[in-house]
T-cell receptor, first 113, second 113 residues
């Protein structure tokens, strides 16, 4: 799977949008971009994923550039409970390698009052 | 409620004493996986399974065994635990197609003395 690069940490004011970037310049055509987050030592939580088009769900929006080499996770109105480590992961769409999910170091997002 | 259940949540054991960490999911997911998380090393995949009787090594399989006799269960077996297997372990499951994220369990904190 393609490697991802994320900033080590970011800060955000409560109520403002949090924009978390991710670079995945070696992504291939059948690989999805997934975002997870982990709060303290809880199990990682799935947030959103996408292939080419921008995606939105009740938690967040995912913006993928046209060349698919980078993406941005947007939390539209960050709250204190959004403080967590956010992981951007590239995952193949199927086949024998679909089960592999490689986590990087992620971005520590701190939301301030 | 759709969930992945791991047991036990906490375990302290002695070197060499065989142990099993159980994992069960109620979502009829084909894919299941085990991760360990260590400070500074992040989440690393130990084993994954694409379906019943189909398993494959992740990034750090040494010292671990798994089995997938039933779709819902994916136990992690440490035949002869050593102190370097002290870690936080997570089980996860997902659908087989490319449009689903992994659902993670709450974790098992294992200490080997």
């Amino acid at each position: 799977d393609a490697k991802t690069t994320q900033p080590t940490s970011m800060d955000c004011a409560e109520g403002r949008a949090a924009n978390l970037p991710c670079n995945h310049s070696t992504i291939s055509g059948n690989e999805y971009v997934y975002w997870y987050r982990q709060i303290h030592s809880q199990g990682p939580q799935y947030i959103i994923h996408g292939l080419k088009n921008n995606e939105t769900n009740e938690m967040a929006s995912l913006i993928i550039t046209e060349d698919r080499k980078s993406s941005t996770l947007i939390l539209p109105h960050a709250t204190l409970r959004d403080t967590a480590v956010y992981y951007c992961i590239v995952r193949s769409a199927g086949g024998t390698s679909y089960g592999k999910l490689t986590f990087g170091q992620g971005t520590i997002l701190t939301v301030h009052p | 409620e759709a969930q992945v259940t791991q047991n036990p949540r906490y375990l302290i054991t002695v070197t060499g004493k065989k142990l099993t960490v159980t994992c069960s999911q109620n979502m009829n997911h084909e894919y299941m996986s085990w991760y360990r998380q260590d400070p500074g090393l992040g989440l690393r995949q130990i084993y994954y399974s694409m379906n019943v009787e189909v398993t494959d090594k992740g990034d750090v399989p040494e010292g671990y065994k798994v089995s997938r006799k039933e779709k819902r269960n994916f136990p992690l077996i440490l035949e002869s635990p050593s102190p370097n297997q002290t870690s936080l372990y997570f089980c996860a499951s997902s659908r087989s197609s490319g449009d689903g994220g992994y659902t993670f369990g709450s974790g098992t904190r294992l200490t080997v003395v």
